[in-house]
């Protein structure tokens, strides 16, 4: 078989797709597992991980890259953006 077993899952990396590639970012762990490879499997692990808190912090700022893009574009003022970024420290505990 030539390559794509785990569909390209090394370009996923380079193009900033991986979020999208879990699946196949587990079945890349569990193979290098079978292989010996454990150090390398738990950082393949640790990419899952690293996304994941990605995906929620990333979520978790919505609200203030929506009022700053709705600002700079000129659709608000900046009171929104004030809102939203005192609710997010209140969130975040600051």
């Not at 785990?6 to 999208?20: I, K, N, Q, V, W």
Request: glycine residues 6%; hydrophobic residues 30%.
């Amino acid at each position: 078989m030539s390559g794509g077993s785990y569909d390209y899952l090394c370009s996923a990396a380079m193009s900033g797709e991986l979020s999208s590639r879990e699946r196949d970012m587990y079945r890349m762990y569990d193979r290098l597992l079978e292989l010996g490879h454990d150090k390398i499997a738990a950082d393949t692990l640790k990419v899952v991980q690293l996304q994941r808190e990605l995906t929620t912090l990333a979520d978790s700022l919505y609200d203030v890259w929506k009022a700053v893009e709705w600002f700079d574009s000129n659709d608000t003022d900046e009171q929104p953006v004030d809102k939203a970024c005192h609710e997010y420290d209140k969130e975040k505990g600051k």
